[in-house]
């Protein structure tokens, strides 16, 4: 794989299922360089095994599909070229979609009423005179912002207290009925009022953010998540609230009275229980670090919420919930650096519907067909219907990926100094060698490498490097405890793990050449990278990208300083100063280049600077490479062309510091 090829990087929904099992609808999208954005439409694919998928939607980007309850109707987002994502209702049988909403910002989520005959979706508001509410009012012309907060703006969002996100509900368009078209001026020059979209009614209001809604069985009220309570502003609690569909009253909070959770899906099931998934925050409503997300079930409205998983050995962060059957629900466990689809059982008992490894996004039912889409070390994205005996995969929107040419990592299991397993992968160039080594190091902390397709070690390895990746102590996939173990000491273990792992895949693999090696990572990824350099000058070369440096600067700066901060490095200056890079600078003789993007909320660009300002005051040579426009999600999801700009400068740095013989 080339940086061109990054068109060929394919991705896929979660799928959609038609209530009578007969065909899946996902969203297959890749990046474009010809648009400079990402694209793609809604594919129909057929669950037997005669018919082909074929491309359903035309537009520029369509996302999000969903059917309605009768399966007559789809609905999903359509993204117009510099648009925000706008609610669109299509005939199943095809035609031409009718637009139903027109929010300046766009629609993040929505999802249909059990009866069909509405729509709920969440949207976010502008302050009139914001964000291009009126017309001639710049970004520059805007009035001045007076934040009392401590929380004001998310990375790829920006300022959130003068947009808040909200709940409406849209009636379902007639999609059979005529069009209507924009009236011409009458003989007397009055013009009649063009045609808008459906009126929406507003739900939910506040100075707070509503996301993750679900409807009753009955469709008369919705479930949703927000953080209301007084101490919003300093912990990272938020709780699940119902409220009427006809507003008759205000939403009623019910998880907060039993406990500090952080919630992050809710769901009805199919008998009409409450279901969500949620971390606890301990006592301090803060305590974040390494909490995987369990299963909580409501039995009736009048009980605490049962617990139905255990955090310790199951994970249920990054999933949404589906209802299934008439007491279970579907959800993705993490697990040993696979994502797999596993159904929760009304009492706690686990299935596991895929085997590792495999990353799967997202699944969708329909009666009892269950259809997912996913990821491996073959593809990117493609498409599967659960069987009885396993994934029968329907299609393969990676073929052509593959004979452009993809390495299939080795997996492997190397004992740190401790006699700790660290799990990981090694990715081979072709040839005999010596090749050269790029250690990779994921972001995080508590997150992973999965052995699923990645673009960036594919595109090195293409370039002759041999890439080695790992997940040391303090990621995720491991349970809690492998992950908390660098609480507040960050720099120890998990650098040692991933140097341990380093050498034990040299040692083992006679093609790589120990005397030539690079070291790289992204967010807490090129917080490890420079910490290393600081205390292993073993390396050739190193790249520190859009990364967390100092811990103490990061503290009102970042959109999540003060807790990152407080809960991985202590409050303590010295304790802080001990685990920051920024601090150690001085030891780094290895040359570094270091990535940033512009409008990083998350670890934002001074994190950069000042080690950049740092290395070149003490006379290393190093390079600043800042990217406009975008944010912390630059090497996945920002514009295609500084994608392939960023492989290229990146594969620049490694031909003149660690160049490849061929």
């Known amino acids: 794989m080339k940086p061109a090829n990054l068109n060929l990087l394919t991705s896929v929904s979660t799928p959609t299922v038609h209530p009578l099992g007969t065909i899946a609808i996902a969203a297959i999208t890749h990046p474009s360089l010809e648009a400079d954005a990402q694209v793609g439409q809604l594919w129909h694919i057929p669950l037997n095994k005669k018919d082909k998928p074929q491309r359903f939607t035309r537009g520029f980007h369509d996302t999000a599909p969903q059917f309605s309850p009768d399966g007559t109707l789809l609905a999903f987002l359509r993204t117009a070229p ?15 979609p009718v637009k139903i909403t027109d929010r300046p910002l766009g629609i993040s989520e929505f999802l249909w009423a059990p009866d069909g005959r509405s729509l709920a979706f969440v949207s976010r508001t502008p302050e009139a005179g914001r964000y291009g509410s009126v017309a001639g009012i710049g970004p520059d012309a805007e009035p001045a912002r007076r934040i009392r907060t401590a929380k004001y703006q998310e990375n790829g969002i920006g300022y959130v ?46 100075d707070w953010d509503d996301s993750a809604i679900a409807f009753s069985l009955d469709g008369k009220t919705l479930a949703f998540v927000s953080a209301r309570h007084d101490g919003r502003d300093h912990d990272l609690c938020s709780n699940v609230f119902l409220v009427p569909i006809d507003g008759s009253t205000q939403p009623v909070e019910i998880t907060g009275k039993y406990g500090k959770f952080s919630v992050e899906s809710v769901r009805y099931r199919n008998d009409g229980v409450i279901t969500f998934t949620a971390q ?4 301090s409503g803060r305590d974040f670090v390494a909490r995987n997300s369990a299963l909580y079930a409501f039995d009736n409205s009048d009980a605490s919420p049962r617990i139905l998983t255990d955090p310790e050995t199951v994970d249920f962060t990054e999933s949404s919930i589906v209802a299934y059957r008439e007491s279970s629900v579907l959800v993705r466990n993490r697990h040993r650096a696979s994502y797999l689809l596993t159904e929760v059982a009304s009492d706690g008992t686990l299935h596991q519907l895929t085997d590792e490894p495999i990353v799967v996004v997202g699944a969708g039912v329909g009666g009892d067909t269950i259809v997912m889409g996913f990821a491996n070390a073959s593809t990117s994205g493609d498409i599967a219907v659960i069987r009885p005996d396993g994934p029968r995969q329907l299609t393969d929107f990676s073929r052509e990926l593959r004979a452009n040419g993809i390495v299939t990592p080795t997996e492997l299991n190397i004992p740190a100094r401790d006699g700790y ?26 997150y992973l490498y999965t052995g699923a397709l990645f673009d960036e070690a ?49 040692a083992q693999t006679p093609t790589l050449d120990k005397a030539r090696v690079g070291v790289m990572g992204g967010s807490y990824g090129g917080y490890l990278t420079a910490w290393t350099i600081a205390h292993d000058h073993r390396f050739a070369a190193a790249i520190v990208e859009r990364a967390f440096l100092d811990p103490e600067y990061f503290i009102g700066t970042s959109d999540i300083g003060g807790s990152f901060s407080d809960e991985y ?3 303590d200056p010295e304790q802080m100063r001990a685990q920051s890079p920024q601090a150690v600078v001085g030891q780094v003789r290895t040359p570094a280049l270091v990535l940033h993007s512009n409008n990083d909320l998350r670890c934002p660009l001074g994190q950069a600077e000042r080690y950049y300002a740092a290395l070149k005051r003490n006379g290393v040579e190093t390079e600043l490479v800042i990217f406009p426009g975008e944010d912390h999600e630059l090497s996945r999801s920002g514009r295609p062309r500084h994608r392939l700009e960023r492989f290229e400068i990146i594969l620049d740095w490694w031909q003149r510091h660690l160049p490849v013989k061929r």
């Open 458 to 506: 594919q595109v090195y390895v293409d370039a002759g490097y041999a890439v080695v990746m790992c997940n040391p102590r303090g990621s995720a996939t491991y349970g809690q405890e492998h992950g908390r173990i660098i609480r507040q000491r960050m720099g120890t273990v998990d650098m040692t793990d991933v140097l341990d792992f380093f050498d034990g895949v040299l």
């Open 569 to 571: 490095t202590g409050i």
């Open 421 to 446: 397993p660290v799990h990981g992968w090694v990715l081979t160039p072709e040839g005999e060698g010596p090749h050269p080594v790029l250690l990779n190091i994921h972001g995080g902390p508590f």
């Open 161 to 206: 207290t003068d947009r808040r996100a909200h709940i409406f509900l849209v009636p379902t368009p007639d999609v059979w009925s005529e069009p209507a078209v924009t009236p011409v001026p009458n003989p007397d020059g009055t013009i009649d009022a063009a045609p808008t979209v459906p009126e929406a009614t507003q739900l939910t209001r506040g």
């Open 82 to 96: 510099q648009g925000a994502p706008q609610l669109h209702v299509v005939n199943t049988n095809g035609g031409e």
């Open 280 to 283: 606890n925050m301990g006592e």
